[in-house]
């Protein structure tokens, strides 16, 4: 069992903005190795010279800038995407949690996995936005931005264009949470100890891992989705799709035929090299946020660790704990004298 607990010392609002900065950070960190990963899924002819050598030759045709396409618009939607997944994922939790306060395991990644889908469903035009502006030549873009690329899209194709490739975005949701449960059950049997004396670099080990193994397990429905999403008879080459097909079965279907099972696999290579540096940012940059946050908020003497500060109740919330040093410091305060010269 698992007790579902967040840092009360730190608002809403701070928390979001140190996941928002944390997640900006290592998306932008991470962003050419997410356009690869989507080139190779999409079968572009950058990604069929290899994972080097399409990286080298996007730089040689479009420039360096390049590798970054398409990251605003993960950036953009990130803070929509994690504002939803929080709420939604609260709502969830509190549901699933019992009497005690506890929730399982599977119960928390199950809450987690239907919180990220509505998360995904509300946000998901901007998914397609981003494969779009991957997948065009930036020297002769089809977009010419985040606004544009809406408008087209909606103008061009239709509004249910904006969502082409949700069916398997939403399938690809079972065996990853499948994936993150099989990892997370079995944690205790790999380090031999309980789950709740895990050091900090085990949690982050146990993230890692537990991302690997899911996002293996459903990068199919990935490969499908992003399939979908990129292929228009408005860009050229049809967004550079290797095969042509009508829909969601029909892409499973002709990706196997003529590229073979290990063709729904295509980019996994880039997907997993990227998972170290964007949980190892983002927890870093979470945690220093975080320690800031802690420390404007008068619970920590610094900013550079968690050193508590002499007297002060932790248990109470920022809010409170301000109105407690305002009711100090008004007690405390000499009293003007009524007569005055």
Known sequence: MATWRRDGRVTAVQRLGCAGL????????????????VLAQVGTWHSRRGLRAAGHCLCR????????????????????????QIAASRRLVILFTDELGHISHWRAIMAGSLAGMVATIVTYPTDVIKTRLIV????????EGILHAFYKIYHQEGFLA??????????????FSAGSFFVYINLDRIWREPIVHFTPLQNFINGCVAAA?????????????????????????????????TGMTDCFRQTVKYKGVLGLWN???????????????????FEFCKRVCLYRNGYIESPLNYKLTPGVDQSLQPQELRELKLLRRENFEPRKSTLEN
Request: hydrophobic residues 45%; charged residues 10%.
């Open 162 to 175: 904006l969502y082409r490739g949700v069916s398997p975005a939403i399938l690809g949701a079972v065996p």
């Open 213 to 245: 193994v899911a996002q293996t397990l459903s990068f199919p429905f990935e490969t499908v989705k992003r399939k979908m999403q990129a292929q228009s008879p408005w860009l050229p080459h049809y967004g550079g799709v290797d095969v042509h097909f």
């Open 61 to 84: 045709t479009e420039g360096v800038r390049a590798l970054w396409k398409g990251n605003l618009t993960a950036c953009v939607r990130l803070f929509p995407y994690s504002a939803l």
């Open 136 to 143: 065009q030549n930036r020297l002769e873009p089809s977009y």
């Open 267 to 285: 980019g996994l290579t880039p997907s997993l090299l990227k998972i170290v540096p964007y949980f190892g940012v983002m927890f870093s940059t």
């Open 22 to 37: 944390a997640g900006t950070l290592s998306l932008s960190l991470t962003a050419p190795l997410e356009l690869l990963t």
